[in-house]
């Protein structure tokens, strides 16, 4: 089980990674095209409460349905993950188009919501700008819901390739269409900064069209094949017993919990959105200021810091039908082993990722949204977030799977409420940095919840995680400071102001830490332990002993 969940969350991690990387690498050629450094703020004004709606529209059935698909083809019943399937997308499509007009019809109050505005009255944007944004990407919510419930179908059978395949084609074809639509409007049809915008986010649709279509000719190629082993494989259940009506109430009741992981990061950064401006401004900040810092907090920072949770979101999605199956036919041993995995894994390439994301910060921030000591500083402190990110996804994907989803909603409401009340005197202190002190305590509170549920119900014991998530943190000490000496010599001849000295130092820094953080975890064996035979076969080809 341990390998079949690695290497479905390998397929998961480098289709997540492809569309993360694009999904910042298009911001080069797009900034270019816009020529507006106000513009960003524009573009992801849409974007914070689509993925909230996107969540509620989804209803967290794709993961739930993924769920009970692997629960009942392990009980060997093939007909009822069928049915449920089917329903499912008769059910998402009616969700996804409430959710639209739902979006589009209150996209000026959500506008109003989240447009700052200082004492004297004044914008950066009017809110008919924002509205005509948040219309715009609303489109997406018709498809999606159901595009993510085939997806869930894949996900249940430990099939990862059909969602890696599609994850990426939507994020190329929304890109593609978002640059050439931009550029269209403002060069060819000479529109404004506002239609380009809008015509970006809509791209959203256009995406998910591609990407569901890709899935539906996956699902017609493969049905035969599917449905000619599981005749095969099929115990004699009755389906007769099993009413849809019973499956969806518990379909329901499990769907909920998925919805707190999937809204967890849009809330908090829709908390920041509603108040951050507005609390920099009780302290003497003009809107323009108190943007230009929001700026690189929720948007530019927040996209770079998500990175490196691309393992987590791949861990979580593959995670789930893994321990379901485990925890249904009652062999904890697999699963513990399963779990030892994933947090290792989990904790071994995050770490050193953020830290080094910490170190090169000021490169790495140049090379995607241009030189700014400032935006810089805000990635250096919000780097290590991201491993609370991961560890939240991990956790409560866990929860799922031995059916405790209850303290899912209950950790991410604790969370919350610690954001909340500790964002107003952590600002005042700490300026933008207090909302970034905040998300990471609420993070933390939430964790520490589905850690000690973890361990009671599933009878798990994070003793050898600890040791060795000690182990991987003082070889990432030791990371960042050769990295950081590497990174002062670098800047005695080059400097982190242009992008192209800014993406030498960044690459000739990265080397230096993976190699001083892959040596010291073969020195010290970590690397047998966290990968068990493939790290030591890994160790041995380069002769350290």
Known sequence: ????????????????????????????????????NDAMSLYNFGYIPYQIFLSIATAGLPLAVAKYISKY?????????????????????????????VMYGFAPQFAHMVNPVDAKGLTVWSDDDITRVIRAVSWALIIIPAMSLIRGYFQGKS?????????????????????ISAFVVLYTLKGSVVTAISYATFAAFVGAVASLVILIVIYYKRKPYEEGAAALAAKPVSTSKVSLLSIYKEVIVYAIPFIAIGVAMPVYQMIDQYTV???????????????????FLNFNANKLVLIPVTLATAFSMALVPVITTAYIKGKFKEMHKSLDDVFQVLMFVTIPACIGMMVLARP?????????????????????????FSLYMVTTAILQGIDQQRYTVFSLVLGLFIKVVTQYPLIQW???????????????????????????????????????????????????????????????FLT?????????????????????????????????????????NIRLKFKIK
Not at 277 to 295: D, G, M, P, V
Not at 440 to 453: E, N, Q, R, Y
Not at 516 to 530: C, F
């Open 364 to 388: 790495i921030y140049t090379i995607f949204f241009g030189d700014s000591a400032d935006g810089a500083t805000v990635l250096f402190w919000y780097s290590p977030v991201a491993i609370l």
């Open 159 to 179: 099939s990862m390739g059909p969602s890696a395949v599609s994850q990426v084609i939507e994020q190329f074809v929304r890109i593609l269409f978002m640059l």
């Open 1 to 36: 089980m341990g390998s079949k969940l690695l290497r479905g969350t390998f397929i998961l991690s480098i289709a997540t990674l492809i569309s993360k990387i694009l999904g910042l690498v298009y911001i080069i050629p797009f900034a270019a095209i816009i020529k507006n």
């Open 430 to 492: 700490f300026g933008i940095y207090g909302a970034i002190i905040s998300t990471a305590l609420g993070f933390i509170v939430s964790i520490w919840v589905t850690l000690v549920v973890i361990q009671r119900d599933a009878d798990y014991r994070l003793g050898i995680v600890i040791r060795r998530t000690i182990l991987m943190s003082l070889i990432a000490v030791v990371m960042f400071i050769v990295v950081l000496v590497v990174y002062w010599l670098l800047g005695l």
């Open 73 to 101: 083809e392990a009980l060997g019943d093939y007909e009822i993950g069928q049915r449920l399937f089917k329903s499912g997308l008769v059910i998402m499509t009616l969700t996804g188009i409430a959710s639209f007009l």
């Open 277 to 295: 401006t507005r609390i920099l401004q009780h302290f003497a900040y003009s809107a323009k200021e108190a943007l230009y810092w929001f700026n």
């Open 496 to 536: 982190p102001a242009t992008v192209a000295q800014a993406l030498l130092m960044t690459c000739i820094g990265a080397v230096a830490g993976i190699v001083v953080y892959g040596y010291l975890a073969m020195k010290t064996h970590l690397i047998d332990r966290v990968f068990g035979d493939r790290g030591t």
